[in-house]
């Protein structure tokens, strides 16, 4: 394993996760040996503007049972089991840190939704898979940590079928300057590589795919995160929440990324394209 792999891995590795999992949605009243994917929402949406930005991204997909969905990048599996318990489709994630492949399939399981979902320890620059494996490729805030965009992309781009889909929620760079550290996806610069949303875009068409819808949600995801925030501010916070993944230093992450966000540092771009 790579040096880089091996950083990106140290930075999100919590150590006993789905014990820590388990422990808070037990405090949060749900009964841990028969969970609703519902019951994990506000921890399974670990993107900006969470569950409702996968809900968006998913109508856009015109997604249905048939579809075979790669999910890259898929954390703790919360993205598969939503696409995979709303439309009934069978979802693959990899995910570069073992732990979450881990936790993911433990959650499934007690979801009901091991058959329909699928998780592997893998580096999105050398998908496990054929070519033409997938009809949709789906990916929420990775390429963040991917200085290797061209492989990224391309891969993505091999293991499609022609006509299919690659549908992305994620976080590029401003033009404001680099962002403040630390932010959920790197305590510093050294495991970021944001590139500005116009060079993303020419690379995807030099890979031969075609823009079916491109939206800017920057303004949304800024009104979420200070909404967010107050609410911690006043209520506190819940047992069940993102800061479990992001370590003690979370409420420093959150208030960069709300920083960088109203400073133009960072953008947030939700696309779809099709081979």
């Not at 510093?188 to 875009?201: F, G, M, Q």
Request: hydrophobic share 45%.
């Amino acid at each position: 394993m790579s040096a880089a792999h091996q950083a990106v891995i140290s930075h999100y590795g919590v150590g006993d996760l789905g014990t820590r999992i388990l422990e808070a949605l037990r405090a949060a009243g749900k009964d841990i040996e028969h969970l609703a994917p519902g019951d994990l929402a506000p921890l399974d949406a670990f993107h900006i503007r969470g569950r409702d930005a996968s809900r968006e991204l998913a109508v856009l997909a015109q997604l249905d049972a048939t579809h075979r969905v790669l999910d890259i990048g898929s954390g703790i599996g919360g993205s598969a089991r939503y696409l995979a318990a709303e439309y009934g489709c069978h979802v693959t994630g990899i995910d570069l840190t073992e732990e979450y492949c881990r936790v993911a399939t433990l959650l499934s399981e007690r979801c009901g939704l091991a058959a329909r979902t699928a998780f592997r320890a893998a580096s999105a620059l050398e998908l496990p898979y054929p070519d033409a494996s997938f009809d949709l490729a789906w990916t929420e805030h990775v390429q963040m940590n991917v200085a290797d965009k061209a492989r990224f992309y391309g891969e993505i781009r091999r293991v499609l079928v022609p006509g299919g889909k690659l549908l992305f929620h994620d976080v590029f760079r401003g033009p404001a300057g680099e962002p403040y550290f630390p932010v959920p996806w790197a305590g510093d610069a050294s495991i970021s590589h944001l590139e500005a949303p116009e060079e993303v875009a020419r690379l995807l068409q030099s890979l031969g795919l075609r823009r079916r819808h491109w939206e800017d949600v920057t303004a949304k995801s800024l009104a979420w995160f200070r909404a967010l925030l107050e609410r911690f501010a006043t209520r506190g916070r819940p047992p069940l929440g993102l800061h479990l993944l992001m370590g003690a230093d979370a409420s420093q992450k959150f208030e960069n990324l709300v920083r960088n966000l109203d400073e133009a540092r960072i953008v947030v771009v939700q696309a779809v394209y099709e081979t």
